[in-house]
């Protein structure tokens, strides 16, 4: 037992520290109790080693969590471009698509000449929508040229450009500078735009030879995607060959849709 009228051993900020051998023999140094002190020491506000690493933690999971969010809105947002639609030759949906196309109708800013829509009759028409301010649809311009350069052989399809909201003069230069000799209708105070619905450009409209529309195209169109598009609507090639081999009957056919269709539109869309 400790005698009780020991003098108290020295302390230092409340712990205890030997000066003498311990009763195992070792010498207890007063170093280790000064770290010990040191590492539980705490101040009254809370602050220390131990409370400034617990403080830095703190402020790093917030930090990680974000960076981690912001990773997976990226991960996600370049999964949805690599799976959408391309923004051209892409179908949408429309009110007019099964309804006989409406009238397209006035002066061919290309040639000067009357221009009808039912005059195109027996051939499928790409009613398209345009501005030249429009960057999409100067891109999509030398598609619709050398798909109507040629349809125009084959005596097939044509193309239709409908102005939206531009300058006529500005148009004109612009079709003699491409080489483009389609007809072109300045679809401002025609009521065309608000027949067909047009918000913006470029938007193409599929007429077959019944004068009905039967698709709607918007972001652009490419040469090969009219082509595959109107072999689908069709279910013939679209480069005027026969696969079939029934290439009487197909003449036949073509034939009488053209004589039914050049005066009104045909009772059933194709």
């Not at 179908?91 to 039912?118: C, H, I, K, W, Y």
């Not at 608000?194 to 039967?214: C, K, M, N, Q, R």
Request: aromatic share 6%; charged share 20%; with cysteine.
């Amino acid at each position: 037992m400790s005698d009780p009228q020991a003098p108290d051993a020295p302390r230092r900020h409340g712990r205890v520290l030997l000066d003498g051998p311990a009763s195992d023999g070792t010498q207890r140094s007063a170093e280790p109790a000064d770290r010990g002190d040191a590492s539980a020491s705490v101040d009254g506000d809370g602050s220390g080693p131990e409370s400034s690493d617990a403080g830095t933690r703190r402020r790093r999971g917030p930090i990680f969590f974000i960076a981690l969010g912001v990773a997976v809105v990226l991960a996600v947002f370049v999964g949805v471009l690599a799976t959408r639609e391309p923004s051209q030759d892409r179908r949408a949906d429309s009110p007019l698509v099964g309804e006989v196309a409406p009238p397209v109708q006035g002066t061919s800013l290309t040639t000067g000449e009357p221009f009808d829509l039912d005059s195109l009759r027996g051939q499928w028409v790409v009613v398209n929508f345009f501005a030249t301010w429009c960057v999409p649809c100067r891109v999509e311009h030398p598609e619709l040229l050398s798909f109507s350069r040629r349809h125009q052989q084959i005596g097939d399809a044509s193309v239709v450009s409908v102005v939206f909201d531009d300058d006529p003069g500005e148009v004109q230069q612009y079709f003699e500078d491409n080489d483009s000799t389609w007809p072109v209708i300045d679809g401002s105070g025609t009521g065309v735009i608000l027949d067909y619905a047009v918000a913006a450009v470029p938007e193409s409209f599929i007429i077959s030879p019944t004068g009905y529309v039967v698709a709607k195209v918007t972001g652009g169109v490419t040469s090969v995607g009219l082509d595959q598009l109107i072999e689908q609507l069709s279910g013939a090639p679209a480069d005027g060959t026969d696969r079939s081999g029934a290439s009487g009957s197909s003449s036949s056919g073509s034939g009488s849709s053209a004589t039914t269709g050049a005066g009104s539109p045909g009772t059933t869309p194709p």
